[in-house]
C-alpha cells in the first residue's frame, strides 16, 4: 500500500481509515517540515528576548497569569502531560488510537504549533512501528479540545503510559524499546501542542462515520430484499417523482432502489390484479428516509474532513516571511463544529434504524406481512422462528433513542471558570459510536429476516442484484429450518456488514 503524505492537508474519511484500520504506512512532507522548523525558530525567538507567551512561559488555563522561569520551561511541558492523563474507562481501539496518532502528527505539520520536527517524527514512527498509545476513553469536555485524551498519547512519546505493541499492553517505555524507539523530552510549548486539539473526539467519529455511511446506503440493499419478500411495488422509487423534490440523497437513494430491484420475477408476478394500491410508508418512502439519511451523513463527513485538515491547538504560531511573526491565542480547540455534527448524525442514523425495524415488524407480523408465515417460521406455533430478532431490534433502537438526545447543549464550566463554555464533543462521538453499532446489528437483523422472507416465495427470484444480496447473507447464516439461538447469527451478520462483505451494494 502506498504511504499517505502528510502536509496538514485535508483528509478523507478513507484515508483516516486506511491509515486506522488497515495500518497503511504514513511519511510526512518536507515542505511540513520546514513549515515545522520555522515555527520552532519563532518560538525560540521570543524565548531568548524573554517575551511573555501563553503556553511558552506561563502556566496553563485558570493559571495563565503564572510567569515560569526560563530554568523550568522543560518541567513545565512535562508536569502539563502528567497532570491531564486523568482518563477513566475503556480505552479507545487500537484504530481509534492510530486514528489520534494520525490526526494529531497532521495537525502539527500544518506548522502553527511550535513544536519541533522531532515531535512530530516521532508521531509517526508510532504509527509505522505499530506502538499505539492506550487512551482511556472518558474524560474529554471537548474545550480545551480533548485534553485527557491526547495526554494519555503524549505520555508515551516521553517514554511514560502504556501502550499496545504487538498486541501487548504494557509500559509505554517498553512499547518504545520494543519498537527500537526513543522517548523525548519535551522543549517549551510542546506539551501544550500535544494536548490542545480535538483530534480524540475527530477520530472516533470519523471511523464511526465511515461505517455509518455504509450502514445508511446498505440499507437500501436490505430494505430492497424486505420489499421482494412483502411484495411490495418499486412504483413509489420511479425517477419523476424525486425530481420533483430533487434532495440530492433522495434522488440517489430512489435510483439505487430501482437498480436493485430491476428484473425481478417476483414483481411481475404480482403486478396484475394486486389489490394494494401502495406500501407502507416504511417500504414506500425508503428514498425520503434513507435520502435525508445519506445527506445528514454527508454533511457531517465533510465537517470531520474539515477538521482533520485544521490547525486546532493554542496558542498558534504565524510566521512571516521576513522570519518574524506573531503567537496568538484563539480557541480553534473548541469542538462546537463536531459535536454539533455528532449529534446532528445521532439522530439521522437513530431515525434509519427505525425505518428498518419497522420492516422487520412487517416482514414477521402475520397480520401484515402479505401471506408470510407468522414470524417466518417454518412450522409457527411449534417453532416461534425469527420472533424475538424484532424484540432484539426494538431494544437496540429504544438506546438509540436514548443516546440520540444531544450531548452539545450540556455545557459545564470547567478550569475554574476560565474554560466557562464546553463542547462536550467526545461524548457525542462515543454516542454515535454506540448508535453506529446498534444500526449495524439492526440491518443484519433485517437481512437476515428479508432472506428468510425471499425462501418463502421460492420458486420466484428477486432481482439480479437482491438475489446477489441473499447470497452474501446466506454465506454467513443459513436459512431458518427449525428454531435456534439467533445471538450468534445476528452478530455474525452485523460483523460481515462492519467488514465489508456488503460493500458492494453500499454506493
Known sequence: ???????????????????????????????????????????????????????????????????????????LQTNLVRSHAGGVGQPLSEAESRAMLLLRANVLAKGFSGCRRQLVELLIALLNHGVYPVIPEKGSVGASGDLAPLAHLALVLIGEGEAFFLGERMAGAEALRRAHLSPLALAAKEGLALLNGTQAMTAVGSLAVARALRVARLADASGAMSLEALMGTPAAFDARIHEARPHAGQVAAARHLLILLEGSEIREAHRQHDSRVQDAYCLRCMPQVHGAVRGVLDHVRGVLEVEAGSATDNPLVFVESSGGGDVISGGNFHGAPLAYAFDYAAIGLTDLAGI????????????????????????????????????????????????????????????????????????????????????????????????????FRRPLKSSREVEQVYEAVRKVVPPLQQDRVLSGDIDALAAAVRLGAFNPWCP
Do not use: W
Open 1 to 75: 500500500m502506498d504511504a499517505l503524505v502528510l502536509n496538514g492537508q485535508a483528509l478523507t474519511l478513507p484515508e483516516i481509515e486506511s491509515v486506522a484500520r488497515n495500518s497503511r504506512p504514513v511519511v510526512i512532507a518536507e515542505a511540513a517540515l520546514e513549515r515545522v522548523s520555522a515555527s520552532r525558530d519563532l518560538i525560540e525567538g521570543i524565548l531568548a528576548q524573554g517575551e511573555t507567551v501563553y503556553g511558552v512561559n506561563t502556566g496553563f488555563g485558570k493559571l495563565s497569569d503564572v510567569r515560569i522561569p526560563s530554568g523550568s520551561l522543560a518541567q
Open 356 to 455: 428498518t425495524e419497522r420492516r422487520i415488524d412487517r416482514l414477521l407480523n402475520p397480520d401484515i406481512n402479505e401471506g408470510l408465515p407468522a414470524f417466518l417460521s417454518p412450522d409457527p406455533g411449534l417453532s416461534s422462528g425469527f420472533m424475538i430478532a424484532q424484540i432484539v431490534a426494538a431494544a437496540l433502537i429504544n438506546e438509540c433513542q436514548v443516546l440520540a438526545h444531544p450531548a452539545s447543549t450540556g455545557t459545564i464550566p470547567t478550569d475554574g471558570g476560565k474554560e466557562d463554555h464546553v463542547s462536550m464533543g467526545m461524548t457525542g462521538a462515543l454516542k454515535l459510536r454506540q448508535i453506529v453499532e446498534h444500526a449495524e446489528r439492526i440491518i443484519a437483523i433485517e437481512l437476515m429476516c428479508a432472506a428468510q422472507g425471499l425462501e
